[in-house]
Every structure is written in structure tokens, then in C-alpha cells.
């Protein structure tokens, strides 16, 4: 089985998509990333999987918080921007949930501490212990197929 078999299969599994944000020493880094799952609701664990090669991985390691912000329909821009896919710099105001940095406008702001971290072949996986929670009511950025999405009614 090749690589492309193995991406093509995995995308078929639509999701929302989420910026996981940390900071370190004043700044702070996020990266857009849709392998997210809810795994405990007591204890409240969430999980999240970072690729060896983020440049997140280590700051998440070394600062042991992060949020995972789920976007919404109208924030495909700020999953560009932390996905790389906006070459320029483009600044972005972050808020703040329980001392950790936030995207404003997500539909749900999580705030975690590590709980435990495993790695698994070229990924890691964190899982987060949530500390707080923010909701706003608006309709999800989807992303299926490599692509981004919106949801319709049935
Ligand atoms: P960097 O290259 O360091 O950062 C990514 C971008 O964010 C850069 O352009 C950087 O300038 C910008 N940026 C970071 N912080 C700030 C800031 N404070 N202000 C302004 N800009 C900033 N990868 C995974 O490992 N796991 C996943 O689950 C995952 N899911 C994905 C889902 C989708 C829908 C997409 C599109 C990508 C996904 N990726 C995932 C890939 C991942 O988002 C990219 O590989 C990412 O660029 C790598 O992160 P990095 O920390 O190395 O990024």
C-alpha cells in the first residue's frame, strides 16, 4: 500500500478542523490540525496528534499546556494561516481561557494540560486534561477530501 492510498482513505473521514495554540515565553505558536478526539469524560481527556516534524511539538513538550480551538464556517483563513498554506505573515489577536492563548470567534475554545504524551510512529500524541471551556453558537468549518467545507441539512 502507498503512501497516497494510505492519505486518500484517511481524508475520506470528514472532520471539523482545529488550531491548536501554545505559548512560550511571551509568544505564541499555533498549527491548524483536524486529528482531535474527545476520550474521557471522567476524567475530562481530549487527544490530539502532532507530526514529528511541527515546530509545535517541542513547545507543547516543554510547556505542557496547549487549546484546541474548533473552528467555524467563517475562519477558513486562520486554518491557512496555521497550516502553512498563507505564505506571508499575517499577525492574529489572541484572547486568553484560563492563562492559555485562544482564537476568538472559535465555536469551542479547550483549554488542556498534558496529561500524558505517547509517541506513535512519526506523530505524538498529547493527551489533554481540559481545564476550561468557552462556547460560541456558529455553524463549523468542515474539511473532507482535502478540501474545506460547509455542512448542509439533510
Ligand atoms: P509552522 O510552520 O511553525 O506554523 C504554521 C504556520 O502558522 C506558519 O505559516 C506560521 O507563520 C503560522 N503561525 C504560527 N504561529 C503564529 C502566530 N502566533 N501568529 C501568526 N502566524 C503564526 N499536522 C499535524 O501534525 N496534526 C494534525 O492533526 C494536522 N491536521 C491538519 C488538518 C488540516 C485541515 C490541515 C490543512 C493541516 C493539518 N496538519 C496537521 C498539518 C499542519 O497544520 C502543518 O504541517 C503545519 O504547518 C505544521 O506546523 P508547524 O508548527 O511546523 O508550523
Given at each position: 500500500m502507498d503512501d497516497r492510498q494510505f492519505r486518500n482513505a484517511m481524508g475520506r473521514f470528514a472532520t471539523g478542523v482545529t488550531v491548536i495554540a501554545t505559548e512560550m515565553d511571551g509568544d505564541t505558536h499555533a498549527m491548524t490540525a483536524n486529528a482531535f478526539m474527545s476520550v474521557s469524560l471522567d476524567p475530562k481527556l481530549v487527544v490530539i496528534s502532532i507530526g514529528?516534524?511541527?515546530?509545535i511539538l517541542n513547545k507543547i513538550k516543554e510547556n505542557r499546556t496547549f487549546t484546541v480551538n474548533i473552528l467555524s464556517a467563517d475562519q477558513q483563513e486562520m486554518s491557512m494561516i496555521f497550516a502553512g498554506q498563507i505564505k506571508e505573515h499575517r499577525e492574529v489577536e489572541f484572547g486568553y481561557l484560563d492563562g492559555k492563548p485562544v482564537i476568538p470567534g472559535a465555536i469551542a475554545q479547550v483549554a488542556c494540560e498534558v496529561a500524558a504524551e505517547h509517541v506513535e510512529g512519526d506523530h505524538t500524541l498529547f493527551i489533554g486534561k481540559v481545564t476550561d471551556i468557552h462556547l460560541e453558537e456558529k455553524e463549523p468549518l468542515v474539511f473532507f477530501n482535502g478540501r474545506y467545507r460547509a455542512l448542509s441539512e439533510q
Open positions: 514529528e516534524k511541527a515546530r
